[in-house]
């Protein structure tokens, strides 16, 4: 007896902890779902107050004086929004038939379709492979839910999406989920809903689609981009063919029905980019389109009903526009084989963008060479040579030789640069070689200074997504540039050397007038005000009595010509206190060279018109002097001290005025060679370069 008590005392015992075992785990289970759920309810949309969002609404462009410039839209199609009455029947039984066959039998979940995909997910090893998801799950995470990247998450959006299609199924009948199915899922090509996708694929309403058509759209929310009949007809071929055999398996259709509609030619309107309607300006619009997509987002932009105010100057954008079309369609400009050009206008004290054209005509072309094309500067990335060898302690008043010269790059190459008009100078200071483009002595100036701090200078500058290989050959602008952007990094000397990333748009709001995007300056010092200052002053020279002199209106204005040595690109890109301003004219094919246009005859006329209309009310403004010249002690020439190219170019302009009064002695010597002594010659000390004789 005393043995069966104590076993049942044992027995008990173990009971009673097998009791504290089951209710710890209990409530350690019961913790464990409940911070499972909180963390599955998270960010979720609140049950109660659920429900559809409102029809999709366009979105507004506004000018800097708040004048319309366009409405945005996401499709072609002026009808978005269609009613369930309005929804051809083989369309619905297109999407149903291919997407969720139980549709009308489920309250928002399908669990054979849950299991099917679980098993599915299984075999592949855990990784997603199959949804399961029902018509109202699919909506419940286009409208709802943000897409999670690992599996983890996938299945927690996996239970939300459940949760909430429950929810939406005990609000809305089955026709109104449909309906709002059928109206909001992405059908490719900048198609949300189903009236904006028969537009743009096959150019009629809903309502006018043949079954093949419909069977086709039905099948491209599963795979948009891969299913678009744009990119693959093939792919979108077989999934149509693929949604016939489904709606034939539910009843939908006969089997001879389902044969003509394979047969039936896929005929497609022709892709559009859409996304606007009734744009002013359009070369200007699209880049704010662009830019407005990295600020809110696509969906946003075409579904939000936003108001974007931009940077635009509408009289400024006008001027540009007629002056360059103008100009480019010009008996002249058209024998000198020019067919496209391209306008910037930057507001030097803030980035803004007062004015942008992008080509010629934007009905005949939509690529906007102001900010997307990338070309050649030439010389007029000169600038950023010069700025190295202001920064290295040399003057505009620093003396260097323009002569034949062979210099060899990193890789051990020679490298014999030419001037444009394979003619010399000779003694000339740095200021000269900037004003009259000489391109000898830009490359010995950026052997000097490095290839690589050439480089460093154009991004200090703004020069930030240009293609610039660190090459001697980049001081005449052998890398490629953006019209912006070069527009930007001449801007930056302009405004004292201070940088401010271009931009487009000041404020966005939502159609409630709330604030949801603000432009916030973020200046950034790009070099020594006194640096640029000096800059300025050597530009100046350029229009006042260099290459850019067509360029030169009624005010402070610099600049700098750019022209490529095979004429595939010429340009003028200049300032005054106020504005930055670019022209580029070229041809889209790089292929066709132009005759004979540099930037001096060409884009500077045109930066000439345009500017001085646009700065024709203006108060005068002035450029700020530098607050101090650097003495010109140091010699470009590594073999000759400052001393010596003063006295030797003291006797160069002496046989100059002989050479003009006829009194040349050695006519033997071709024009454009000058024998430059070299340090010991004549046994004269670096002190005495003796009485070198010039010819011409």
Excluded at 594 to 611: E, F, L, N, Q, S
């Amino acid at each position: 007896m005393k043995r069966v008590k104590k076993i049942l005392a044992i027995f008990g015992s173990i009971i009673g902890w097998l009791s504290w075992i089951i209710l710890f785990g209990l409530c350690i289970g019961l913790a464990f779902l409940v911070g499972f759920f909180s963390q599955v309810v998270q960010d979720m949309p609140l049950l109660d107050k659920l429900s559809v969002p409102e029809p999709i609404q366009a979105s507004r462009i506004y000018t800097a004086d708040n004048q319309l410039l366009g409405k945005v839209y996401a499709e072609r199609g002026d009808r978005i929004i269609l009613p369930y009455d309005q929804i051809p029947l083989n369309l619905k039984q297109a999407i149903i038939a291919i997407e969720d066959r139980e549709f009308y039998d489920h309250r928002g979940i399908d669990f054979g379709g849950i299991t099917r995909a679980f098993l599915a997910n299984v075999k592949a090893g855990g990784k997603i492979q199959q949804g399961g998801s029902t018509i109202t799950q699919q909506l419940v995470r286009k409208l709802f839910l943000e897409k999670e990247s690992d599996t983890l998450d996938k299945y927690l959006r996996k239970i939300k999406e459940m949760i909430i299609a429950l929810r939406l199924e005990t609000k809305y009948s089955k026709d109104e989920i449909l309906t709002f199915y059928l109206n909001e899922m992405f059908f490719g090509s900048n198609s949300y809903g189903i009236e904006a996708a028969c537009q743009n694929y096959f150019g009629k309403h809903a309502s006018e689609l043949t079954l093949a058509e419909a069977a086709l759209i039905a099948g491209i929310p599963q795979a948009p981009s891969n299913l678009n009949p744009y990119f693959s007809i093939e792919r979108a071929t077989n999934r149509r063919n693929l949604v016939l055999n489904a709606m034939m398996e539910e009843g939908y259709i006969t089997p001879e029905e389902n044969n003509a509609a394979k047969k039936e030619e896929i005929t497609l309107v022709g892709l559009t980019k859409g996304g606007y309607k009734n744009l002013k300006h359009p070369y200007f619009g699209t880049y704010i389109l662009e830019e407005a997509k990295k600020l809110v987002g696509q969906r946003k932009l075409f579904f939000g009903g936003l108001r974007i105010y931009t940077t635009l100057n509408t009289e400024a954008q006008e001027i540009a526009e007629e002056k360059l079309v103008e100009y480019i369609l010009s008996n002249e400009f058209q024998k000198a084989k020019i067919s496209q050009g391209a306008f910037v206008l930057l507001d030097s004290s803030s980035g803004a963008v007062k004015a942008m054209v992008g080509g010629i005509d934007f009905e005949q072309n939509e690529f906007n060479r102001a900010w997307q094309a990338k070309r050649q500067p030439g010389s007029a990335f000169k600038p950023f040579v010069y700025l190295a060898a202001l920064e290295a302690g040399y003057s505009p008043g620093s003396l260097v030789i323009d002569e034949p010269v062979t210099l060899q790059d990193k890789l051990g190459r020679d490298y014999s640069p030419q001037n444009y008009d394979h003619k010399y100078m000779y003694i000339i200071t740095m200021k000269e070689a900037l004003q009259y483009s000489r391109n000898v002595v830009a490359v010995k100036t950026c052997n000097l200074v490095t290839p690589e701090k050439v480089v460093d200078w154009a991004k200090y500058m703004g020069i930030h997504n240009g293609e610039l290989d660190p090459v001697l050959s980049i001081a005449l602008g052998t890398g490629v540039v953006s019209v912006l952007e070069l527009t930007s990094a001449y801007s930056t000397i302009a405004n004292d050397g201070i940088y401010n990333k271009p931009y487009g748009i000041r404020l966005i709001t939502d159609s409630n007038g709330q604030i949801i995007y603000q432009h916030s300056p973020h200046p950034q010092r790009g070099a020594p005000k006194n640096l640029v200052r000096l800059m300025t002053h050597m530009l100046r020279s350029v229009v006042l009595q260099g290459t850019g002199t067509r360029a030169r209106i009624e005010r402070d204005c610099a600049g700098k010509t750019g022209t490529t040595s095979d004429y595939k690109d010429a340009w003028f890109v200049g300032y005054t206190p106020e504005y930055a301003a670019a022209v580029w004219v070229g041809n889209d094919d790089e292929s066709i060279h132009m005759k004979r246009v540099t930037g001096g005859r060409y884009p500077a006329r045109i930066w000439h018109d345009i500017m001085k209309a646009v700065t024709l009310d203006l108060p005068e403004k002035k450029f700020l002097q530098p607050d101090w010249y650097p003495p010109a002690i140091m010699s470009l020439e590594p073999l000759y001290s400052q001393k010596q190219l003063r006295v030797m170019r003291e006797n160069q302009e002496a046989e100059d005025e002989l050479a003009e009064n006829g009194e040349s002695t050695d006519d033997e010597t071709p024009s454009n060679v000058f024998q430059i002594p070299k340090p010991g010659d004549d046994n004269d000390e670096d002190e005495k370069p003796g009485n070198p004789r010039v010819h011409f």
